[in-house]
């Protein structure tokens, strides 16, 4: 049969087998060392109490699952406590479709091919990348993605492979 009370420091309501009273546990929630108080004491603050809970102590447990084997397995648990009310679980960016109709800015898409930034055999991708951000601006800039494509070259007739980035930026 478990023994109900309540944690002296927190006042968190606890169910714990009658086969423990007397012994000491740290309660799960506020961690405090408390005595499992013996049956008799806690039917005796029970008497004082509402019927629904004199009914429990004195009836069968709480829980007919609580007196199988698998109750008895000892599970040290503690229970979270959180000093401020903090937000466990992240809120959430605003879709694109949103943030762009909070700004009166488009949102716009530039491609940069890899074959259009050689110049006298100088490869100037980089540069004309970094410009073209830097004229945009980081604030600007939602996403950049890197592109590989394929073309036939007109003089060698061949199929090349090539790259490019497409950025996709508020302007």
């Known amino acids: 049969m478990d023994v109900i009370f309540n944690c002296p420091e927190c006042d968190q309501e606890l169910a714990v087998d009658s086969s423990g009273a007397g012994t000491q546990i740290p309660c799960p929630n506020c961690g405090e060392l408390i005595v499992i108080p013996e049956p008799d004491a806690v039917g005796a603050r029970a008497a004082g109490a509402t019927s629904t809970t004199a009914a429990r102590i004195e009836g069968q447990p709480v829980n007919p699952i609580a007196s199988s084997a698998a109750a008895r397995v ?33 949102i716009r898409i530039k491609t940069i091919r890899h074959t259009d930034c050689i110049e006298v055999g100088h490869d100037r991708f980089d540069e004309f990348v970094t410009n073209f951000l830097d004229k945009v601006g980081e604030a600007n800039i939602i996403s950049i993605n890197t592109l590989t494509y394929t073309f036939l070259d007109i003089g060698t007739q061949k199929l090349l492979t090539e790259f490019g980035v497409l950025i996709v930026y508020r302007g």
């Open 74 to 106: 000892e599970l040290h648990l503690r229970v979270p406590t959180h000093k401020a009310a903090e937000s466990l679980i992240a809120k959430p960016l605003a879709p694109l479709d949103v943030a762009a109709k909070d700004t009166d800015r488009k």
